[in-house]
Nanobody
Framework: QVQVVESGGGLVQPGGSLRLSCAAS????????MAWYRQALGKQRELVAH???????NYAPSVKGRLTMSRDSAKNTLYLQMNSLKPEDTAVYYC?????????WGQGTQVTFSS
């Protein structure tokens, strides 16, 4: 069974940094693409960043320049480095992956601002 599992969320202060991880149960190159979504309380889930199997990345305008996605094929893991965090970045962050015959979501990891 294919699984993706997020980790790395937590409390963060204004301007702080966090690195989220998404560990997959198979080689990340077996996915057509992987992405990070987020959902703030009372809002719709939105796409934050996407990477194709070939490595092409796209970012939402609201996070461009502050959030960077990378991957480690040896660890079957996708990362989201989050810098210069703002209160509006508070949300549950979800890992998403697609491959032939399946779309997979993780359980989410919470990022919360500490005032």
């Amino acid at each position: 069974q294919v699984q993706v599992v997020e980790s790395g969320g937590g409390l963060v202060q204004p301007g702080g940094s966090l690195r989220l991880s998404c560990a997959a149960s198979l080689s990340i190159f077996r996915f057509y693409g992987m992405a990070w979504y987020r959902q703030a309380l009372g809002k719709q889930r939105e796409l934050v960043a996407h990477i194709t199997s070939g490595g092409t990345t796209n970012y939402a305008p609201s996070v461009k320049g502050r959030l960077t996605m990378s991957r480690d094929s040896a660890k079957n893991t996708l990362y989201l480095q989050m810098n210069s965090l703002k209160p509006e970045d508070t949300a549950v962050y979800y890992c998403h992956a697609t491959r032939s015959g399946g779309v997979y979501w993780g359980q989410g990891t919470q990022v919360t601002f500490s005032s």
